[in-house]
């Protein structure tokens, strides 16, 4: 026999058995509609979660069986893909794979999976630019037993871009002139300024080089406008954690922004990473870090004064903030930040090798050649920037195995026409790559492109190869790529199945920046043969900030 429960926590079913002999059953319902909402401090019509942006957390432990009901109330398709979960292929949320055929409107459906892992994850639509609409929010997943690290709080810190305009508008917008939202373009009088720094000759030449390659060196974001907000909420809404002097926190970072990368910092408090895209690793105490689109990071703070801190989420192109507050008690803010120098991108950013065969009359300086502008973070002396190199595994990796063959994946694209490839291939236009399954591949993904790109593969993790012990390799499911660059990653291809392989930019994979993985039982003839990387394919994993 076995007593059945059931109750509601935050709008949320929840059904569980008593009985060690059955599986926890853990129920949600969420609602997809198109409503009003305020979260920018004026109404705008957006897409909600059970009425609200962000949607629900949704919270289960390391073996539940997860059942999650969605129904659509919209007038067109939508999805949802549980981004860095491991499930059978027909629940991963991608229409047109796996058989899954998106949800109609009025329409419902249910996704049921075991959730076999723990840690900080999340949720968002795969259909069009529903991502940016609203359609969002965190997947919180607790351990069997108890953490691995204590804490007496924890809280999700949520990310997002939100936009007044419609991301069809936006993409339209791009398409039109990818140049469309670069509101802060070079102008004469910053010109004369880099004179008195740099001289005449090295200016001219620089401005000139730029002007060859039609490029802007102020690139940063494709989109800007935006108002950036923590769970949902403003810096004048103040979205507030409270905490008891000498308490541990646990703050669960989610990037769920469409466009936006960020450098995350609390001012006056050190922040211990405890956690990278939900998987555990060795303890790392930093400063601050580089947040790319779909990553998370779990970090614990220590606050000892009885004082408001404020958290800051400043964009790269330095557009604005997210910001949110650890306090004491409601209704208290921490100091508000000075706006960091926006970076510049340098030649180096633009695959300075590359450029060089193809315009050899290209006259750089020595910086513009040698220095990256993405990585210039704007962190003072003294403090610690996350890098993945420092990242380790917490505990021993199952498969230390060294790759069969390596894969490149070159990502490019046409500025002009606002076309994102990956190997020169848009979506519609490229095939899968195929794998076979339990085989072990490198990805080494060659950035051809003046953009860092989060690339997220879909059903597995990977191992970045980031100059520690095979043993040691953290997991990630989200890897950024440096612009100009090259990073390798391993992977054990041991989930079935078809994988949307993608940058995680929303409207660089709208662009055609995505293929599929293809996971099968397939016979050794039809798996290329190992081809070395060429001498391009060097990895940067030293590389400050990735």
Not at 244 to 261: C, D, P, W, Y
Not at 464 to 473: D, V
Not at 507 to 534: N, Q
């Amino acid at each position: 026999m076995y007593v059945r429960n059931f109750f509601r926590i935050s709008g949320a079913l929840l059904l569980f058995y008593a009985s060690p002999a059955y599986a926890k059953t853990v129920e949600y319902h969420l609602d997809i509609n198109r409503n009003m909402v305020t979260n920018a401090g004026y109404p705008t019509e957006k897409i909600t979660v059970n009425g609200f942006i962000p949607g629900p957390i949704l919270q289960f432990t390391d073996g539940d069986e997860a059942i999650i009901t969605v129904t659509n109330h919209m007038k067109e398709d939508t999805s949802i893909h549980w981004h860095g979960l491991l499930l059978p292929g027909g629940m991963d949320g991608v229409p047109g794979l796996n058989g899954f055929p998106g949800i109609k409107p009025g329409e419902t459906f249910t996704y049921r999976f075991k959730i076999r892992q723990s840690g900080t994850y999340w949720y968002h639509a795969h259909s069009m630019g529903q991502e940016q609409d609203g359609l969002y929010g965190a997947f919180v997943i607790s351990p069997k037993n108890k953490e691995p690290v204590h804490a007496d709080r924890d809280y999700v810190v949520l990310l997002s871009d939100f936009s007044a305009e419609s991301s069809s508008m936006i993409h339209k917008n791009l398409k039109m002139n990818s140049a469309y939202y670069n509101h802060a373009q070079r102008t004469l009088g910053d010109f004369f300024s880099d004179v008195t720094k740099s001289g005449f000759k090295a200016v001219w030449n620089d401005a000139t080089d730029w002007g060859h390659m039609r490029m802007s060196q102020t690139d940063l974001a494709d989109v800007s406008g935006y108002t950036f907000l923590i769970n949902g909420k403003s810096p004048e809404d103040n979205w507030t954690g409270l905490f008891t002097s000498g308490e541990r926190v646990r703050l669960r970072f989610i990037n769920a922004s469409a466009m936006s990368f960020y450098d995350v910092r609390i001012p006056g408090l050190k922040m211990t990473v405890v956690q990278a895209d939900g998987q555990n690793v060795e303890p790392l105490p930093i400063d601050e870090f580089r947040f790319g689109v779909a990553e998370t990071y779990d970090v614990i703070v220590e606050p000892k004064e009885d004082k408001a801190y404020s958290i800051v989420a400043e964009p790269i192109d330095r557009t604005g903030f997210a910001v949110g507050t650890l306090a004491p008690r409601e209704g208290m803010r921490g100091e508000m930040p000075k706006q960091r120098p926006r970076a510049l991108l340098s030649m180096f950013d633009m695959n300075m090798e590359n450029m060089m065969k193809d315009m050899p009359d290209m006259d750089m300086t020595t910086e513009s050649a040698t220095v990256s502008g993405w990585a210039k973070t704007g962190t003072p002396e003294g403090h610690k920037a996350l890098n993945y190199k420092d990242l380790r595994y917490l505990g021993t990796q199952k498969d230390t195995r060294k790759p069969e063959r390596t894969i490149e994946v070159r990502l490019d694209g046409n500025m002009e026409r606002y076309i994102w490839t990956l190997n020169g291939k848009k979506y519609e236009e490229s095939g899968p790559v195929m794998l076979r399954y339990g085989e072990r591949v490198r990805l080494t993904f060659i950035n051809d492109s003046m953009m860092a790109h989060p690339m997220h593969l879909h059903g597995m993790f990977v191992q970045l190869e980031n100059g520690q012990p095979a043993g040691k390799l953290p997991n990630k499911h989200t890897v950024i790529v440096p612009p100009g660059q090259s990073y390798s990653v391993l992977l054990t291809a041991d989930e079935p199945g078809e994988w949307a392989f993608h940058c995680h930019l929303l409207f660089h994979m709208m662009s055609g920046m995505m293929t599929t993985a293809v996971v099968a039982k397939l016979d050794a003839s039809e798996i290329p043969a190992y081809t070395p990387p060429t001498s391009t394919t060097k990895n940067k994993g030293g590389h400050h900030a990735h």
